[in-house]
């Protein structure tokens, strides 16, 4: 599948993400899945929902990790590196966790990040200083809020109990970068937080 047409599916899915959802979603189950038992895909059948978050969760992990090593040799700020360092540190566990659920089922790791991802860091290439660091956050600021949605929707519509808990267990994580970003434009720009982050119902259980 096309990514471009990939990206549209998944946010015409995040349009209808219900608040609170099932793990293993048994009732959505697709009919070409090779099943187990009714409603749970058989061992290495994954469904095109969980196909596709773990693709793209991949690739924007991906995304983050080089948007951070970006940061640490192009940044002077001390607050802005330790973020791109735990940003690094975060999402290449991460990606591990998803390159792992993967290789499980058979299929492919990205290896590259999303589109606008490679394109946000052709334009934070060509800035230094505090342009950079203001367009860095900037990203960082629209990459997590993306991936808030993209963790709800798959905790939402998944199909693979596995992939549905790792969304989950990573959905508290990824909020408090997003908290952390916001601090650090507020911090660095003087202007209020931006797209305030918002504890979906749910998500506090089981943070860390």
């Not at 959505?28 to 749970?40: K, L, Q, S």
């Not at 983050?64 to 290449?92: C, I, W, Y």
């Not at 929707?153 to 970003?181: C, F, M, N, Y």
Request: glycine fraction near 8%; avoid cysteine; proline fraction near 8%.
């Amino acid at each position: 599948m096309h990514t471009r047409s990939i990206l549209a599916l998944a946010a015409l899915a995040l349009v209808a993400l219900p608040a609170r959802a099932q793990l293993g979603n048994p009732g959505m189950t697709d009919p070409a899945t090779a099943e187990a038992r009714p409603g749970t895909p058989a061992p290495g059948e994954t469904n095109p929902q969980d196909r596709l978050f773990l693709k793209l969760a991949a690739m924007g992990n991906l995304g983050e990790v080089e948007a951070g090593h970006l940061a640490l040799t192009k940044s002077s700020n001390p607050r802005v590196q330790a973020f791109a360092r735990q940003m690094t540190e975060d999402h290449s566990a991460t990606r591990e966790k998803l390159d792992r659920l993967a290789r499980d089922r058979r299929l492919p790791a990205p290896t590259t990040p999303q589109p606008d991802q490679q394109a946000a860091r052709q334009r934070l290439e060509s800035l230094s200083g505090r342009a950079f660091d203001a367009a860095y956050l900037e990203t960082q600021l629209v990459d997590h809020q993306k991936t808030v949605q993209l963790l709800e929707w798959e905790i939402g519509s998944g199909q693979d109990a596995a992939v549905q808990h790792l969304a989950k267990d990573t959905l508290p994580a990824v909020l408090e970068h997003l908290r952390q970003v916001q601090t650090l434009m507020a911090e660095t720009t003087g202007a209020p937080p931006q797209g305030l982050a918002t504890m979906p119902m749910g998500a506090g259980e089981g943070r860390r």
